[in-house]
C-alpha cells in the first residue's frame, strides 16, 4: 500500500490463535504461520492462514499436521515450513495447499523441543540456510544444533550441515536467534552469513569455490 498507516483491525485471527510467523507465498498471497493454544506456551495444533492483503479475512488455509508452525521460507516457488516439538520440514507449491514432509529431525527424549526461529532462516543463491536449536545432549548425535542448508527446489533435496563444528554447547542447547546475509563485493569477498548465537556475533563465510569456512571476529 502507498500508506504507511497502520491498520490494526485489517486482519485478525479468532480468539486463541496466536501468531508466530509471517512470509509471502507468491505475489498472491501472505501465509501467517499460527497456532491454537487454550493455555500459554501449550500449542496444541498449527495452521497457515492465507490472506491476499485485501480482504477483511483470510481467503484459504493449508493444514500441517503439527501442534505449532516455527519458521517458513518462500522461494523458487514454494513455501517450506518448519513445524511442530520436532522441527520437520515441509513443502508447499505455489498455488497449492497441500504440504508434503520432506524431512523429520530425531529427538530421542520425547520432551525435547527443537527450535527454528523464524529470523534464523535465509535464502541465497538457490540454497536455504536454517539455524536448529534446543536440540538436547541426547539428541545431539542424530541432529546437533547448527547451521543446515539444503536446495530450494524439492526435485534435488538434500540435507546438508556446512557447519559442524560446535559452539559452548558442543551441539546441544545453543540458541540461535538470526542469519543475516551481507553481499560481498565483487573480486573481494564472497557473501557472508551472520550468525547471531546466544550473546555473541558469529560470521559464516560462503564462498562458491572453497570449502565452507567459519569466521569468528
Same mark, same amino acid.
Given at each position: 500500500f502507498p500508506s504507511h498507516d497502520?491498520?490494526?483491525n485489517r486482519l485478525d485471527l479468532a480468539d486463541a490463535w496466536i501468531i508466530r510467523c509471517l512470509e509471502?507465498?507468491?505475489m498472491m498471497h501472505l501465509a501467517i504461520g499460527a497456532?491454537?493454544?487454550r493455555t500459554a506456551g501449550k500449542p496444541l495444533r498449527g495452521r497457515i492462514f492465507l490472506w491476499d492483503r485485501l480482504a477483511n479475512s483470510w481467503s484459504d488455509e493449508i493444514s500441517i499436521p503439527e501442534n505449532e508452525i516455527k519458521a517458513m521460507k518462500f522461494a523458487n516457488g514454494h513455501l517450506w515450513i518448519w513445524a511442530g516439538r520436532s522441527c520437520n520440514l515441509y513443502v508447499v507449491p505455489e498455488g497449492s495447499r497441500r504440504a508434503t514432509k520432506m524431512w523429520a529431525f530425531v529427538k530421542e527424549d520425547p520432551t525435547e523441543n527443537f527450535e527454528v526461529l523464524p529470523g534464523s532462516v535465509i535464502e541465497k543463491g538457490g540454497i536455504i540456510y536454517f539455524a536448529l536449536s534446543g536440540v538436547g545432549q541426547i539428541s545431539k548425535n542424530k541432529n546437533p544444533c547448527g547451521v543446515y542448508s539444503f536446495p530450494s527446489n524439492p526435485q534435488n533435496f538434500t540435507l546438508n550441515i556446512p557447519y559442524t563444528e560446535h559452539f559452548e554447547g558442543r551441539g546441544f542447547g545453543e540458541t540461535y536467534s %538470526?542469519? %543475516?546475509l551481507f553481499h560481498g563485493l565483487a573480486g573481494t569477498h564472497g557473501d557472508i552469513i551472520f550468525i547471531s548465537v546466544f550473546s555473541f556475533l558469529f560470521f559464516l563465510e560462503i564462498?562458491?569455490?572453497?570449502?565452507?569456512?567459519?569466521i569468528e571476529r
Open positions: 497502520m491498520d490494526a509471502d507465498f507468491g497456532h491454537f493454544q %538470526g542469519l %543475516g564462498n562458491s569455490v572453497d570449502p565452507l569456512d567459519f
